[in-house]
């Protein structure tokens, strides 16, 4: 069973987040879905093509040949099956079914959107109030400190 983990953006954008989480996930060996809009995913894709090269993922945009392939896929409506860490951007949904399923679920939210927060929140309470395990990570002076902690 996995864990729903919170990620409240402050101090770094998403740009510089995103990769940091995909680096460790993929160091535990897990296949990865960023799941978001397409033009955030289509932002990330640029993003993760032209980072530096010691951070570069192999990854693809859903809906190509070799989508079964992608140690990272990129997508708006793509199912979590086959994926260790499903993560969230921009909003995009992630089901406590997903979460139970997977060894993680990352859900990063822009700190300074007050939407971007409210969905978070409600995330937060569906997931757990589903009987989820879930931690709220926030940044504080460029560290991340876990702020909040729920078991399943």
Known sequence: MGAAYFYHLTDSPL?????????????AGWRVLVRG?????ERIDQVLWTGHVDDFFPHGIAGGPQDADQPVLLGETVSADGFACVMSIGGAEISAAEVT???RACILFDGADVAALERARGQWKMLTGSGCAAQ????ADGRWIKKAESAA
């Open 15 to 27: 740009e510089a987040t995103l990769p940091m989480l995909l680096n460790k996930a993929r160091g």
């Open 37 to 41: 809009p397409m033009p955030l995913v």
């Open 101 to 103: 399923a997977a060894e």
């Open 136 to 139: 709220y990570w926030a940044q």
